[in-house]
């Protein structure tokens, strides 16, 4: 039997808006989705010179697949200035009750 996540911190899910910058680029711009309430659990972490990269377990509750609220890789959370972006998405067991968000945190040194 898990452990039932205690969903304890309120983060913010953003969606990636892509804009044209009429030189045949493009500039990227985050739009908010809503507020999640999620447990945050960290993982490992390294450094590459001044950037430190800190893996997260993120919990949340289960959204059926294509819904908005379902949190999915491209997207990100934010918490104040943290941000957390996910890599991957999975049920955390059989129920499907939740979800575990694996993400990365890019801090500067």
């Known amino acids: 039997m898990t452990k039932r996540p205690t969903l304890s911190r309120k983060l913010l899910l953003e ?5 044209a910058d009429g030189a045949g680029g493009f500039s990227e711009s985050w739009t908010p989705l809503g507020a999640i309430w999620a447990e ?15 893996g997260h377990k993120i919990t949340v ?7 908005p609220s379902r949190p999915k890789p491209t997207q990100r959370f934010r918490d104040g200035t943290r941000v957390f972006s996910i890599d991957a998405v999975t049920e955390m067991d059989a129920d499907a009750r939740f979800l575990i968000c694996t993400t ?3 801090a500067g040194a």
């Open 15 to 19: 969606s990636p808006v892509r804009a």
């Open 40 to 54: 945050v659990l960290p993982r490992s972490g390294r450094e590459n010179g001044d950037l430190s990269r800190i």
């Open 61 to 67: 509750r289960a959204a059926p697949q294509g819904a």
């Open 104 to 106: 990365t945190e890019e």
